[in-house]
Structure formats: structure tokens, C-alpha cells
């Protein structure tokens, strides 16, 4: 004798046509099991008893006839005698490759072996303990594995069924699920609209006034154990459904049409109304279960959420130890000291015209009295009248000086002038190191005697003028030494072997003065000036080789008065470089090397944009390269 269960339909559509990738049956309409008749004759036994016992019934064989009519659950009424009992249907299924359990059921809880509450002795005659000889499906390892996985996925799903069936109910909160999109994704094929609300909480709710109509795809894979002789092909695909939905659903199988199939990946497509699609699950699910079929319905796919969270993970864990890195910099910089100009005395070497002349006037304009040094005597006395009378408009007490010089001489005599100079303004709180010239040429071509000037010129003055004013700077505690340099002291080129070694030079000897000078307040900074438009450098052009114009063209042309302003700028911030213009910025953040640095903004650019910046700075190399190649073809 058999036992018939019947569920009532409920409907869910959509508006239109959606494609549902891993779609879950909601629930499974009717199951007619075969009993024998020693089950109904014990019933008839215990009628009087008001708790019946329930008696798992054993499956004889995978060949019991099992048919599976409509799709929704809904509670039946069995006569039996004069007793009216509600019975309620719970269906397991699962499946070959499957990475999850479908639960039908309208249980809140389950039991520690995945049955739920209800379903555990309580309706049906039959011993206590009879349910212990059921033969449990057999899985391999993977497929435990990946039961195991996605446990919780196939926990929301019956929830989410439970909560569509209660039609009182219009908002249900889960819970701490593994990724929010899963969630959003599975609820988006129940019709649900869903918000966040909170870390790990999701809230679903029905929306209302929606007319759910419409057709949907349902998309699975057949996993093939051996692989066939030939392709597996789309007409293999369709004769494999039609074979399930026939044996399985019979006359009751609704219409439905196929979608793409893919041959690659073996994966093709069911559409069906929206009411169907879980009719057509459960069919293709009991077809690849129970007749041994390589069907699979995946339930969901983490391939990508896998991705996604490695991503994540390496994107928090190099946002984490940049972030460190930028906290220990930050506690590391020395400390600025912005420096002040009114009421100051400032030495400049080289100041009768260029960058030097430049400077003079920028301090003249905020306070500072300026003494200028430079061989040219007649030059020098124009330049500080002209800065005397500008003085004159600022009222601002600012005076201006002159001494003439060669800053090649002597240590001697440039510490005399030095004396000379305190004694008429007081002590010397700035000292610009500006003096210098280029010479430029192939190595071969340039005499021994060059170096050595370039070398007395460029690199020398500016040691023996500091050295001249030092002492009392550290007896004060007080003082701020400037070294104008080049961009040639940052990336030296073709036909600069003489000049950019004196400025590598300087920019060594500033580099450790700075440490040296820090723990008695007196302050370094060097600036970087790029190519600028003075009469020392338009007479540079005249014999200046094709090589180093070419390459000298690839960079901007500045006035003095933008370079002077830019570095009065920084001393005025405390900061330790100066670099003018993009470019500069560039060579700035590439060649800082072991450079000290008080600027949080500029380390952090070097420790950002290094590597970035370096990948640059080689492609114009490589065309600097270029070009000097071009220059030695055509000669």
C-alpha cells in the first residue's frame, strides 16, 4: 500500500526574462513512496495511542517508482478511521557534485544530523530506533567537502523558504553570512529586495505590489566521471534533460526550451516559466541522485569570492605595512624649523647677477639685509644700489653690501671678507653658496686643469665659506647654510663629467653637514635648480654641444626670479630641498637616496611613488641614450 503526499502550489515569477546562474528549488510538490502493508496494519494497532512514533520507511532499491507532480509545499488532511492528522512533508535531495543540501521543510530548527525538528519520532507508527538502519547516501570526499562548505548557503535557502510561505511575515534579518553577495544573489532569484544594515547583517524583505510573472533560465553542468569517446555536445545535453524530465515528471513535466550550451565547460541552460523552474531543479536533481546520471546543479560557486578575497587580503595587508612604514617616517623626519628673514643678515656668493641677484632682492623685499661677493666690483656696486633703492620703498631697514672677491682664493681671504662683513651688518644668520659655473664637453676633450677648476669653483668656495661662518653659528644656536646646486647634481649627463661631479660634490658634503649641524640648531637645505635663464647659462648655449642641447631641450626653461621665490618658499617651511617644476619634483623623489628630509608630504611621495617614478626617469634616460647615439651616426 502507498502513502500519497500532496503540496499545494504557490506561485513566484519576475517581471521578465532573467537569466539565474546556481538556482535552489524552493520547495517539491508530491512524492508517492512505496510502503508495504505491515506498516498500515501496526497503525491500526496503535490508533488508540494520542503521540504516534515515526517510522522512517527504507528504501528497498534505487527502482521504486517516485514521482514528483507540483511545486510548493502545503499541509494535507489524512483520514484515517475517525482521527483527522495533519501530516507535513520534509524532502532531502542531493546530488552528484552538488555543494549543497536543499532542506524542503517549514521547520525553524534541525537536528545535529541535519533533519529538522519536526521531522525527528513524532508522526509515525514505527520503533524509536528503527531510522538507525536507514542507508544513508554515500559521498566521496570531495563531494563531503564541499557539503561542508556551503552549509551555510543551504541554511539561508530553507530560511528564505520559510519566510516566503508565511505571508504575515514582511522582513527577516540573517545574520553573519560568509559574503554578502552570495546572500544578494540568492535573494535576488527569490523576487527578495535587500538592504545592509550593519557588518555581517542583511535584512530581505518582500516587496509589496509586485506582480511576479515572467519566464527564467536555469543553468547547470554535466560532470562527466569518464571522460567519452567523443565530444559532449549540445544534442547529447538536450537527449540527457529530456530523458530526466520524462522519466522523472512524465505527463506532469511543464514546457520548457534550451538555452546555449557550452561544450567547453560542458554547462547549458532550461527555460521555463518562473512558476517552473523549481520543478525542473527537482527533476534534474532526483534524475542525477538516484539514477546515477552526471548531472549537477551548483547551488552556488565561490571561485570568485575566493579571488576577490585574496585580492582583498593582499590589498589590506600592503595598505597596512605602507601605512606602518608612513607612521615610522613620520616619527623619524627631524623637525622644522621655518625660517625668518626680517631683521636677518644674509652672505651671498655670486650675487652680481642670476639665481644670486634673484635671491638678494627676494630677502631685500622681506627684511633682510644682504652682503653680495663676486669678482666683478663695478657689477657688484650697480646691483647694490639698485637694492639699497628698492630697500628704500619697502622701509623695511634692509640693507645691501658688496665685497669683491674670487671665491677660489684662499680659505684666508674669504674668511677675512666674512669678518668684514659681520663687522658692518653683525653676524651672518644665512649663508647662500651660489657661486659656480659650467663647463661642458666629452671627457676626452676637457684638460686635467678643468676639473680642477670646476672643482675649486663649484665645490670649494662653498666649503671654505662655510667653514668661515660656522663656529659662530654654534655658539648661537642659530644660522641657516644654502647650497644652490643643479639638477645636474641629481641625474648627471652627456658632456657634464666635470660639472656634475662638483655638484655630486656639494650635494655629499650637504647631505652630511646637515646630521652634523642638527643637533645644534643650525639648519641645511640645498636647491636644485633646473635649467635657468641667466646670462652665465645663455652663454653656455654658445658652446654648448648637439648632444647637450638635445637633452637640455627635453626639460623647461625658468627665470632666476621663479627659482628664487620657490626656495625662499621652502626655507620659509623648514624644508631641506627645493626642486623646481615637474620635472625637478621628479628627480627630487628619485635621487633622494639617504638625503635627509623634513617634509612628511615629500617622504611620503618617496616612499609611494619611488618605484613609479624610477620606471620614468629610465625611459628618459633610454631616450637620452638615444640621442647621444643619434649625435655620434651623424658626425
Not at 496 to 506: I, R
Not at 597 to 623: D, P, T, W
Request: charged share 25%.
Amino acid at each position: 500500500m502507498s502513502a500519497v503526499m500532496t503540496f499545494k502550489e504557490k506561485e513566484m515569477h519576475t517581471d521578465d526574462e532573467s537569466e539565474i546562474e546556481y538556482t535552489v528549488a524552493k520547495r517539491v510538490a508530491s512524492v508517492t513512496i512505496e510502503s508495504d502493508s505491515q506498516v498500515e496494519a501496526e497503525a491500526e494497532q496503535r490508533s488508540g495511542r494520542k503521540r504516534r512514533k515515526k517510522r522512517i520507511v527504507k528504501r528497498k532499491n534505487v527502482n521504486e517508482k517516485m514521482d514528483v507532480d507540483i511545486n510548493v509545499s502545503q499541509l494535507n488532511t489524512i483520514n484515517k478511521g475517525s482521527d483527522v492528522q495533519n501530516v507535513m512533508l520534509k524532502l532531502r535531495m542531493d546530488w552528484d557534485g552538488l555543494c549543497s543540501t536543499s532542506e524542503l521543510s517549514s521547520s525553524e530548527t534541525c537536528t545535529s544530523d541535519g533533519r529538522e525538528a519536526d521531522d525527528e519520532q513524532s508522526d509515525w507508527v514505527g520503533p524509536v530506533n528503527e531510522d538507525q538502519n536507514f542507508p544513508l547516501p554515500q559521498t566521496s570526499t570531495k563531494q563531503q567537502r564541499f557539503i561542508k562548505t556551503r552549509t551555510a548557503s543551504a541554511a539561508l535557502q530553507r530560511k528564505l523558504e520559510r519566510f516566503i510561505r508565511d505571508d504575515s511575515q514582511r522582513e527577516l534579518i540573517v545574520k553573519h553570512w560568509t559574503s554578502y553577495r552570495q546572500v544578494s544573489r540568492i535573494m535576488e532569484f527569490f523576487g527578495l529586495e535587500v538592504s545592509k544594515r550593519g557588518r555581517g547583517t542583511v535584512i530581505p524583505y518582500m516587496p509589496r505590489g509586485v506582480n511576479l510573472t515572467g519566464r527564467r533560465r536555469l543553468t547547470f553542468k554535466v560532470e562527466l566521471g569518464v571522460p567519452p569517446k567523443g565530444a559532449f555536445t549540445g544534442h547529447d545535453f538536450e537527449v540527457l534533460v529530456n530523458e530526466a524530465i520524462r522519466l522523472i515528471l512524465g505527463q506532469t513535466a511543464p514546457n520548457y526550451s534550451f538555452g546555449p550550451f557550452n561544450e567547453i565547460e560542458r554547462k547549458g541552460s532550461v527555460v521555463v516559466q518562473a512558476s517552473d523552474v523549481n520543478l525542473i531543479w527537482a527533476a534534474l536533481s532526483v534524475y542525477g541522485r538516484f539514477f546515477g546520471k552526471p548531472i549537477a546543479l551548483h547551488f552556488n560557486s565561490n571561485d570568485k569570492m575566493d579571488i576577490y578575497f585574496s585580492i582583498s587580503c593582499l590589498t589590506f595587508a600592503v595598505v597596512f605595512i605602507y601605512g606602518l612604514l608612513l607612521i615610522l617616517v613620520y616619527i623619524s623626519l627631524p623637525q622644522k624649523k621655518p625660517q625668518s628673514f626680517e631683521g636677518k643678515h644674509a652672505f651671498i656668493t655670486g650675487g652680481s647677477k642670476g639665481i644670486g641677484k634673484a635671491i638678494a632682492v627676494a630677502l631685500i623685499r622681506r627684511g633682510c639685509s644682504v652682503s653680495l661677493a663676486a669678482r666683478n666690483a663695478k657689477q657688484l656696486e650697480l646691483v647694490c644700489n639698485e637694492l639699497n633703492a628698492f630697500a628704500k620703498t619697502k622701509k623695511n631697514g634692509a640693507v645691501a653690501k658688496y665685497y669683491s672677491v674670487d671665491v677660489t682664493s684662499s680659505y684666508n681671504v674669504l674668511e677675512a671678507i666674512v669678518k668684514e662683513a659681520e663687522s658692518e651688518l653683525g653676524d651672518i644668520n644665512i649663508l647662500v653658496n651660489n657661486a659656480g659655473c659650467a663647463v661642458q664637453g666629452s671627457f676626452d676633450s676637457l684638460d686635467v686643469s678643468v676639473y680642477e677648476k670646476q672643482m675649486s669653483l663649484n665645490f670649494l668656495s662653498s666649503v671654505y665659506m662655510t667653514k668661515a661662518v660656522v663656529s659662530k653659528m654654534k655658539e648661537s644656536r642659530d644660522g641657516h647654510i644654502i647650497f644652490v646646486n643643479s639638477a645636474a647634481g641629481q641625474c648627471p649627463i652627456w658632456g657634464y663629467t666635470a660639472y656634475g661631479a662638483t655638484k655630486f660634490a656639494v650635494r655629499g658634503f650637504a647631505e652630511a653637514l646637515h646630521m652634523e649641524l642638527l643637533p645644534y640648531n643650525v639648519q641645511v637645505s640645498i636647491i636644485y635648480p633646473p635649467n635657468t635663464n641667466t646670462e652665465g647659462y645663455q652663454h653656455e648655449l654658445l658652446t654648448m654641444p648637439k648632444e647637450l642641447k638635445e637633452i637640455n631641450s627635453c626639460g623647461g626653461l625658468f627665470e632666476p626670479e621663479t627659482v628664487a621665490e620657490c626656495l625662499i618658499y621652502n626655507l620659509s617651511r623648514g624644508n631641506y630641498h627645493t626642486c623646481i617644476g615637474l620635472e625637478g619634483w621628479m628627480l627630487g623623489v628619485l635621487s633622494a637616496g639617504g638625503a635627509p628630509e623634513k617634509s612628511f608630504l615629500q617622504a611620503a611621495a618617496q616612499v609611494l611613488f619611488g618605484g613609479l617614478l624610477r620606471a620614468i626617469m629610465l625611459i628618459y634616460i633610454g631616450h637620452f641614450n638615444w640621442i647621444v647615439e643619434k649625435c655620434k651616426r651623424k658626425r
